[in-house]
């Protein structure tokens, strides 16, 4: 988790990954996405259309089994 701490340069892609931390802590896939755009500093579409909907399920309460699941 400590290496999800480094800044992010480009400021909409901060606000992007500005999301409850509890998120990331409960995610593997959302820390690989963070962890992928801090190494490489870029995302595909998939990838950015991905973390959207797992952020949007965590918001609407959907436990993470089924967004494992689906």
């Given at each position: 988790m400590k290496e999800l701490r480094q800044d992010v340069k480009d400021p909409k892609m901060k606000k992007f990954f500005d999301i409850p931390q509890e998120y990331y802590e409960q995610s593997q896939f959302l820390r690989?996405?963070?962890?992928?755009?801090?190494?490489?500093?870029?995302?595909?579409?998939?990838?950015?259309?991905?973390?959207?909907?797992?952020?949007?399920?965590?918001?609407?309460?959907?436990?993470?089994?089924?967004?494992?699941?689906?």
């Open positions: 690989s996405i963070k962890r992928n755009y801090l190494r490489f500093e870029r995302l595909s579409e998939k990838q950015i259309e991905s973390f959207k909907k797992t952020v949007e399920e965590f918001k609407q309460g959907i436990p993470i089994e089924t967004n494992q699941k689906t």
